[in-house]
Nanobody
Framework: VQLQASGGGLVQAGGSLRLSCAASGRTFSRYCMGWFRQAPGKEREFVAAISSSAISTYYADSVKGRFTISRDNARNTVYLQMNSLKPEDTAVYYC?????????????????????WGQGTQVTVSS
């Protein structure tokens, strides 16, 4: 399984970015997907997850109402739309995929539930 994240960059506070993560190597639509981030000097943390069918999504409290996770199973891609960005959103963002399938409405939020990771894309929000 290969995950290729893109879309990061430098943006001013209040701005928006959309991250993309293209997956290959297996049937994308059978697996939930997640986004995590790691800020300098901090541990990696959960950001958002989406079920395989996109029926269900879940967000960390810190991004709820500002970020939206979505997926296009025809394109094998998961997205993270980030609006109203804050300097504290500055981090390397990683997409992740589990090694096991899940029910169509289920998702995982723990880091140890994910087996495959993208290379990360840097998001920097200036104040």
């Amino acid at each position: 399984v290969q995950l290729q994240a893109s879309g990061g960059g430098l943006v001013q506070a209040g701005g928006s970015l959309r991250l993309s993560c293209a997956a290959s190597g297996r049937t994308f639509s059978r697996y939930c997907m997640g986004w995590f981030r790691q800020a300098p000097g901090k541990e990696r943390e959960f950001v958002a997850a989406i079920s395989s069918s996109a029926i269900s999504t879940y967000y960390a409290d810190s991004v709820k109402g500002r970020f939206t996770i979505s997926r296009d199973n025809a394109r094998n891609t998961v997205y993270l739309q980030m609006n109203s960005l804050k300097p504290e959103d500055t981090a390397v963002y990683y997409c992740a995929a589990p090694g096991r399938t899940s029910l169509s409405g289920a998702y995982y939020i723990r880091e140890d539930e994910y087996d495959y990771w993208g290379q990360g894309t840097q998001v920097t929000v200036s104040s």
